[in-house]
């Protein structure tokens, strides 16, 4: 199995455009207020902090619909099951056109105040009119991706499919710059939606928490960690087969489950200790317990928690797929091994578990590649030397 090396677009051989004036607007759905503190709590906080230290980040915009508008587009739109329920609600254009004139709303009036707006996903299109001045879009994935590697994440009629897709085309083709976590998500955006090559950049994404030093971490405690929901997109039940084979060979091996929330499986087996949603204190508390970190996820456009546990030392074990041969080297920082298969993923904990020095050297190595790239700080400057040119 070759493993594909991380790679970030550069302007070859052009000296970076002098942007230290660019006044720009962050627009986002999830909440990123808390960018100003030291340790933001917002997932995604710390890329805008990152992008004010670079340039004047004027104010960040978060488009929220009212309690009783959101309660009567799950109405409108409810369906039986959970997941197609939520999705028929979330990918709704009439909802997205909402929050968009939120936003439009908000730019037009600061207009004057900005030079850019930058864009966290695809979820909104206030660049749409063009009254709202350029904008560039940075995101993980791309509706695409999700229908063609794991539809059930998103179980739309097909009208509703296309409908999005066409929406997400526009936005992404609209943007002056359209900057992706991964190669595997900016391939899609100019495969799928047309984008110019040039104008789709790969940069990254950073750890929200990771361990300056490592110092005398014990690498002898055969504990895997697996941090992610939800439990079954995630590879959980995959995990779970593969354990009862890890525990036969090893039988001291234990594994720790933090993320999923609500009830566990029945009969968990020996050995496995389920957690379930943890704050970042404990996680990081987790991190620094563990010796090996895995998620054989089905479908991870990036994998931002490989990111973090590769900064507090760990070898990482993922899937061949989607963005994680990108960030795991496999056979140097962690192991790569086929989606939806137990027996290679009991292989790979056990060649870790058993194994605490060829562990450590990976864990190492992991950690030292987590600082050398995948801080905030370098996906800021980055973004700063793929913007064009004022």
């Known amino acids: 199995m070759q493993a594909r090396a991380i790679s970030y677009h550069r302007r070859a051989a052009m000296p970076t455009p002098d942007h230290s004036g660019v006044r720009i607007v962050g627009v986002s759905v999830a909440d990123v207020s808390d960018w100003r503190e030291p340790v933001p709590a917002g997932k995604w906080s710390q890329f805008f902090g990152a992008l004010a230290e670079r340039l004047t980040l004027v104010d960040t915009i978060r488009p929220q619909l009212s309690r009783r508008r959101e309660l009567e587009n799950l109405?409108?739109?409810?369906?039986?099951?959970?997941?197609?329920?939520?999705a028929r609600a979330g990918f709704n254009l009439r909802r997205t056109a909402e929050l968009t004139a939120l936003?439009?709303?908000?730019?037009?009036?600061?207009?004057?105040?900005?030079?850019l707006v930058v864009q966290l996903q695809t979820l909104c299109a206030p660049g749409s009119s063009g009254a709202c001045g350029p904008y560039v879009v940075y995101t993980d994935n791309t509706f695409a991706l999700t229908q063609r590697i794991y539809p059930r994440w998103a179980p739309l009629p097909a009208?509703?499919?296309?409908?999005?897709?066409?929406?997400?085309?526009?936005?992404?083709?609209a943007a002056t710059r359209v900057f992706t976590f991964s190669e595997f998500a900016r391939r899609s955006v100019v495969d799928d939606y047309g984008c110019e090559p040039g104008r789709a950049i790969a940069i990254g994404a950073g750890a929200n928490q990771l361990l300056a030093e490592l110092g005398e971490k014990d690498y002898g405690n055969p504990t895997?960690?697996?941090?992610?929901?939800?439990?079954?997109?995630?590879?959980?039940?995959?995990?779970?087969?593969?354990?009862?084979?890890?525990?036969?060979r090893i039988p001291a091996a234990e594994l720790i489950i933090a993320g999923p929330h609500g009830r566990p499986p029945r009969d968990l087996g020996p050995g496995i200790s389920w957690r379930g949603h943890v704050d970042?204190?404990?996680?990081?508390?987790?991190?620094?317990?563990?010796?090996v970190f895995v998620l054989p996820?089905?479908?991870?456009?990036?994998?931002?928690?490989?990111?973090?546990?590769m900064g507090h030392g760990l070898p990482c074990i993922g899937t061949d797929c989607c963005a994680m041969p990108e960030i795991i080297e496999d056979g140097v920082t962690g192991r790569l091994v086929p989606r939806g298969e137990a027996p290679p993923l009991a292989d790979a904990?056990?060649?870790?578990?058993?194994?605490?020095e060829r562990t450590e050297r990976m864990g190492r190595t992991a950690h030292a590649r987590v600082l050398e790239r995948l801080t905030w700080a370098h996906v800021g400057q980055r973004f700063l030397e793929n913007l064009p040119g004022p």
């Not at 970042?280 to 010796?291: P, T």
């Open 159 to 173: 009208s509703k499919v296309r409908q999005w897709l066409e929406f997400e085309a526009r936005v992404c083709r």
């Open 297 to 309: 996820s089905m479908f991870d456009a990036w994998g931002h928690v490989f990111v973090e546990a």
């Open 103 to 115: 936003v439009e709303q908000a730019l037009l009036r600061r207009r004057s105040s900005y030079d």
């Open 280 to 291: 970042r204190a404990e996680l990081a508390r987790l991190y620094r317990g563990a010796s």
């Open 75 to 86: 109405a409108v739109n409810f369906s039986p099951g959970r997941a197609r329920w939520l």
């Open 349 to 356: 904990l056990v060649e870790l578990l058993g194994d605490p």
């Open 224 to 248: 895997a960690l697996f941090v992610g929901s939800p439990f079954e997109l995630k590879g959980g039940p995959t995990l779970l087969r593969a354990w009862s084979e890890v525990r036969s």
